[in-house]
């Protein structure tokens, strides 16, 4: 075992200092089930390691788990590699790199995807005993292929994350199983074909709408009016997506990414971003016909 006895049993309420995901995926590292996870700032609204809140997580981690490194000094810095490997100093980490890193099974696909077709995203979850789901991690596929290489993860984690008395206790019992998920992930060009032809938008396009504002860093209560607010059969609403979907898949900051990088940047990218989050809500808003 990779952690602290002394500190965890008697510190009850780690899993709200760390976050549950975080100590499931410590748990996965610690037993070999993947050889690493990334703890990143932006999830927190921070930029980098230093910033309160990821520092806070990183030394409770630190503090209860000593054996495992910590690595934020690497090319193309995406977050920090939590991991019995260390990757400080390791200067050609890229896209393929870091799949393999966290123990993708399809990283090789990666750079290689065909956007203007569907792909897959397949994710291990976690259900807990109060109904809720925790996305453990997910990977985009060309195909169904490694399907069987996820469930065996997700049945490795299951009897780890289940069986193992000391984690039951450690996750306070709250872990009742893992198991796959996946969907179909639309091209940005389907859902423009769709809105140019009067198609109906199903469920695939409209998680791939509101992903799109998610990764645009729009906050979740804003993202779920604006995705209640949007009319497809709506004219001007069908021209503002429009715009969002071929401006997301010519993405002109693409070439700065990540931006963790450019934290001062940033910033201003997460000022932009509400504030065009909010003038797009109220135009919807403004021209959203009753019916």
């Excluded at 390791?90 to 896209?95: A, L």
């Excluded at 069987?148 to 993860?153: A, L, Q, S, T, Y």
Aim: proline residues 3%; neutral net charge.
């Amino acid at each position: 075992m990779f952690l602290n006895k002394k500190i965890i049993y008697q510190n009850m309420d780690l899993i709200n200092k760390i976050g549950l995901d975080n100590l499931i995926n410590i748990i996965l590292v610690v037993e070999n089930i993947r050889p690493a996870f990334l703890i990143q700032p932006i999830d927190y609204g921070e930029t980098s390691h230093n910033d309160p809140k990821t520092r806070y997580i990183l030394r409770c981690i630190k503090y209860n788990f000593p054996n495992l490194i910590h690595s934020f000094q690497y090319e193309n810095y995406q977050g920090i590699i939590i991991s019995k490997s260390n990757y400080n100093g390791v200067y050609d980490i890229d896209n393929t790199k870091i799949g393999q890193i966290l123990g993708y099974p399809s990283y090789l696909e990666f750079d290689n995807l065909d956007r203007n077709n569907e792909t897959y995203s397949i994710t291990v979850m976690v259900k807990l005993n109060d109904g809720n789901e925790i996305d453990i991690f997910s990977n985009v596929c060309k195909d169904l292929t490694y399907l069987n290489m996820f469930e065996k993860i997700a049945q490795k984690s299951k009897e780890v994350l289940i069986n193992n008395t000391e984690y039951i206790k450690l996750l306070d019992n709250k872990v009742i199983d893992v198991y796959i998920k996946y969907r179909t992930i639309v091209s940005h060009q389907s859902i423009i074909n769709k809105l140019l032809s009067n198609g109906k938008i199903e469920t695939d396009d409209i998680w791939l709408i509101s992903n799109i504002f998610y990764n645009n860093d729009y906050d979740d209560n804003i993202i779920v009016k604006i995705m209640n607010t949007l009319q497809y059969d709506n004219p001007i609403h069908k021209g503002i997506l429009l715009n969002i979907l071929i401006n997301d898949k010519n993405d002109i900051l693409s070439p700065f990414y990540p931006l963790y990088k450019y934290p001062n940047e940033k910033k201003h990218i997460k000022i932009i971003s509400k504030n065009l989050s909010d003038d797009l809500l109220s135009i919807l808003k403004n021209s959203y016909i009753s019916k």
